[in-house]
């Protein structure tokens, strides 16, 4: 149960400094293109944890690059739908994740108990968290961040997999340089250029979202089920509003009210689903 604590502040933890990217993201994506944003931000996140590859454990390479796979296809989907839809919608989107992770385990066989109320909630919450009329109708943006929501839902359960089976240093170090390789070709084939590049923005991204955030969340996913973490993973706008007010002075709605308090219910409910 001690694990089990900690790991839930890990994810917490992660979800709070989450919360600031959205925004960071897009203005980034404003002044460089996705691949060259996803490609710097990891390369800066791989420095830290370059000394972990000379002494990687048996059998953890395939996994860290099976992960790594599906983090560049999300980070790459979400950079790209943030360059045609509002930020607030692709929180909304991304958090479908939270329903699509138990169905995918139950499709796998797995009995998965006591999250579906809570993934209800936590959806619905996120949605009036984030609904604004004033937003233009769907377009390719919100496809491209449907396919991050399905892409994460995908490395959530794939991830509580492999965090069992390989330490949580080395497994990150893989993941975050693998990443960072696998989204070269891709920024070569785009002809980047570093001229204009926000390195304040990068540096954010890559020493406090990537490197930090894919540690808690492979060491906080060897103690706690994927199914309960998507649902923890949904405070992520939560957050994101809390710093819009406390910072810009923005004000949530009676709507934005109700579902950031709902999504906080579904957080209790699935915490309360603690392992045996």
Known sequence: MRAYALGLLALNLLTLIWGTTFVVVKGAVAEISPSLLVLLRFLVAGLFFLPFLFRLPPG?????????????????????????????????????????????????????????????????????????PRQPPLNVGDLWTLLTALTYAIYIVRLEVHAKAVPSLPLTAVQVLGTGLLALPWALAEGFRLEGVPWGAVLYLGVAA???????????????????????????????????????????????????????????????????
């Open 60 to 132: 953890s390479l395939g996994p860290g690059l099976e992960l790594a796979f599906w983090l560049l296809l999300g980070y790459a989907s979400q950079a790209m739908g943030l360059e045609h839809t509002s930020a607030s919608r692709s929180a909304f989107i991304t958090a479908l994740n939270v329903v699509l992770v138990p169905l995918f385990l139950s499709l796998a066989g797995r009995r998965v108990e006591g999250v579906w109320l809570a993934a209800f909630l936590a959806f619905l919450g996120v949605g009036l968290l984030s609904y604004d």
């Open 210 to 276: 990537t490197a930090l955030t894919t540690w808690l969340q492979t060491w906080g996913q060897k103690h706690v089920p994927a199914p309960q973490a998507a649902i923890l993973y949904t405070l992520e706008p939560v957050w994101a509003t809390l710093f819009a007010f406390l910072v810009l002075g923005e004000r949530l709605g009676p709507s934005g009210l109700l579902g950031a308090l709902l999504v906080i219910l579904a957080t209790f409910q699935a915490i309360r689903r603690s392992p045996a």
